[in-house]
């Protein structure tokens, strides 16, 4: 098994670019099977979740596949008349966001099996409100065996009112709702930029979506849509984690094919932390400052700052001047980095969905392991400050979302690499 080695001590300097978002490729590559066809999305990070959401759709009988040459940064999507709705537990074990794929089959073929996701390492996570969506669009559920099994004639638009504010269950719906009979209102909707991509997306295949970015999205379900290309939006969570490096670091870069706009809630903290943040030449400019300021932070969905950003501000909060208050309020166990970074000698103390950090002078190299994709990030950012030697293990969730993360810190200056592990099982 990989691990990424960090030398620390170094000021990144320079520029780099940042990748297609995740979180938008997602439920983009999913959306493809509403429409039979060919799809061509461009800007899609070549990532573990982006490769097992080709799997998914592989094995349900489309042809999802990375180009290459001049095409490497897409994938083509053919689509054909019918497909085998089902999403196996190998695969929905292995990455929740499989679960998007419900939506978009109750919509074309009336049908789908897709097991349920479980538990998951930074919260329950469960999918009630994408099932009470798909009820109330008249899909009929049963629970067989640890797989959701739908189905319906035709679904039909209803208002839906969520109880809670999901990104990817706004998603689920958004893309059911597009080929419903008549009208659906998604109330307390998720505002992320993901989330406005898709519909632009949806849009674009034939579907009429208004209101995405608001809490409120009006749907007119459409008979049919049809395959497009598109080039996915940059991921504004790789952006804002480079954006912490350089802060962290006294360094200067800039990050370039970020919207800036997509960030404001990181960037404000940024700013607060003493750190100069610039909208520059289609990018972003991030100084670090000599001492960081400590900021109080709270994770709320957008436009909140991100509960995707919060482990990599805990790191930078490590080694401000003072006390900094961190509340998580999206999920409710995402602070496990938080006991890696006390191996590196970080001053924090949790209760409940708070942390407390108390900068400390100095980070210490560790070997440090990670439970989860922005915990992993975090600890990279921690041994980029930290003295001597950082070696973080379990380098697979890393690669679930970040793209050639150690080249790109490379590019940027730091002293990092990626080994193989021969004492990891
Ligand atoms: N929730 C429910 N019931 C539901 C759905 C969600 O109670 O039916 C709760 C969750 O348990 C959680 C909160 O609502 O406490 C928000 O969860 P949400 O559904 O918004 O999360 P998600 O859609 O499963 C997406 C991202 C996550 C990101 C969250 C929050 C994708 C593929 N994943 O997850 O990304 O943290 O939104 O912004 O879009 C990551 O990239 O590292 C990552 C975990």
Same mark, same amino acid.
């Given at each position: 098994?990989?691990?990424?080695?960090?030398?620390?001590?170094?000021?990144?300097?320079?520029?780099?670019?940042?990748?297609?978002?995740?979180?938008?490729?997602?439920?983009?590559? @999913?959306?493809?099977?509403?429409?039979?066809?060919?799809?061509?999305?461009?800007?899609?990070?070549?990532?573990?979740? #982006?490769?097992?959401?080709?799997?998914?759709?592989?094995?349900?009988?489309?042809?999802?596949?990375?180009?290459?040459?001049?095409?490497?940064?897409? #994938?083509?999507?053919?689509?054909?008349? *019918?497909? $085998?709705?089902?999403?196996?537990?190998?695969?929905?074990?292995?990455?929740?966001?499989? #679960?998007?794929?419900?939506?978009?089959?109750?919509?074309?073929?009336?049908?789908?099996?897709?097991?349920?996701?479980?538990?998951?390492?930074?919260? %329950?996570?469960?999918? =009630?409100?994408?099932?009470?969506?798909?009820?109330?669009?008249?899909?009929?559920?049963?629970?067989?065996?640890?797989?959701?099994?739908?189905?319906?004639?035709?679904?039909?638009?209803?208002?839906?009112?969520?109880?809670?504010?999901?990104?990817?269950?706004?998603?689920?719906?958004?893309?059911?709702?597009?080929?419903?009979?008549?009208?659906?209102?998604?109330?307390?909707?998720?505002?992320?930029?993901?989330?406005?991509?898709?519909?632009?997306?949806?849009?674009?295949?034939?579907?009429?979506?208004?209101?995405?970015?608001?809490?409120?999205?009006? /749907?007119?379900?459409?008979?049919? +849509?049809?395959? /497009?290309?598109?080039?996915?939006?940059?991921?504004?969570?790789?952006?804002?984690?480079? @954006?912490?490096?350089?802060?962290?670091?006294?360094?200067?870069?800039? /990050?370039?094919?970020?919207?800036?706009?997509?960030?404001?809630?990181?960037?404000?903290?940024?700013?607060? @932390?003493?750190?100069?943040? $610039?909208?520059?030449?289609?990018?972003?400019?991030?100084?670090?400052?000599?001492?960081?300021?400590?900021?109080?932070?709270?994770?709320?969905?957008?436009?909140?700052?991100? *509960?995707?950003?919060?482990?990599?501000?805990?790191?930078?909060?490590?080694?401000? =001047?003072?006390?900094?208050?961190?509340?998580?309020?999206?999920?409710?166990?995402?602070?496990?980095? %938080?006991?890696?970074?006390?191996?590196?000698?970080?001053?924090?103390?949790?209760?409940?969905?708070?942390?407390?950090?108390?900068?400390?002078?100095?980070?210490?190299?560790?070997?440090?392991?990670?439970?989860?994709?922005?915990?992993?990030?975090?600890?990279?950012?921690?041994?980029?400050?930290?003295?001597?030697?950082?070696?973080?293990?379990?380098?697979?969730?890393?690669?679930?979302?970040?793209?050639?993360?150690?080249?790109? +810190?490379?590019?940027?200056?730091?002293?990092?690499?990626?080994?193989? =592990?021969?004492?990891?099982?």
């Amino acid at each position: 098994m990989d691990k990424i080695v960090i030398q620390g001590g170094v000021s990144l300097k320079g520029k780099v670019t940042v990748s297609g978002a995740k979180n938008a490729a997602l439920p983009i590559l @999913a959306s493809s099977i509403l429409a039979e066809g060919e799809h061509l999305f461009r800007n899609v990070p070549d990532l573990a979740d #982006v490769r097992t959401m080709c799997k998914l759709l592989g094995t349900m009988g489309a042809e999802a596949e990375r180009q290459t040459g001049k095409l490497k940064d897409a #994938v083509r999507i053919s689509v054909p008349e *019918t497909l $085998s709705p089902e999403a196996p537990y190998e695969l929905v074990k292995t990455m929740r966001a499989s #679960v998007l794929v419900l939506g978009p089959l109750c919509a074309r073929f009336g049908r789908a099996r897709v097991s349920l996701p479980g538990g998951c390492a930074i919260g %329950a996570r469960p999918i =009630d409100q994408h099932l009470k969506g798909l009820k109330l669009l008249g899909a009929e559920l049963e629970l067989n065996a640890g797989y959701v099994e739908a189905r319906a004639k035709r679904l039909r638009g209803a208002t839906i009112n969520f109880d809670v504010v999901t990104v990817t269950g706004t998603e689920n719906l958004m893309m059911a709702a597009a080929l419903a009979q008549g009208r659906t209102v998604l109330e307390n909707a998720a505002r992320e930029p993901e989330v406005e991509e898709l519909a632009r997306v949806l849009n674009k295949m034939g579907a009429r979506i208004s209101g995405a970015g608001t809490d409120v999205i009006t /749907i007119e379900g459409v008979e049919r +849509l049809s395959a /497009i290309e598109h080039a996915i939006l940059p991921d504004r969570i790789e952006a804002g984690t480079f @954006a912490v490096a350089a802060a962290l670091t006294q360094g200067n870069v800039l /990050i370039e094919r970020c919207v800036p706009e997509h960030l404001d809630a990181v960037i404000q903290k940024l700013r607060a @932390a003493g750190a100069t943040v $610039s909208a520059e030449d289609g990018g972003l400019r991030v100084k670090g400052p000599r001492t960081l300021k400590p900021v109080d932070v709270k994770t709320m969905p957008h436009p909140g700052f991100p *509960t995707d950003m919060q482990a990599q501000l805990m790191v930078l909060m490590t080694v401000a =001047d003072g006390s900094s208050v961190i509340a998580e309020t999206v999920f409710e166990n995402r602070f496990m980095h %938080a006991l890696e970074l006390q191996r590196m000698g970080a001053d924090i103390t949790i209760d409940g969905h708070t942390a407390v950090v108390k900068g400390v002078a100095m980070l210490q190299g560790a070997p440090v392991m990670a439970t989860d994709l922005r915990a992993s990030a975090s600890l990279i950012l921690a041994g980029l400050r930290a003295g001597g030697v950082t070696e973080v293990q379990r380098v697979y969730h890393l690669d679930r979302g970040y793209e050639r993360i150690e080249r790109k +810190l490379r590019g940027l200056g730091a002293r990092v690499r990626r080994v193989k =592990d021969r004492r990891a099982s």
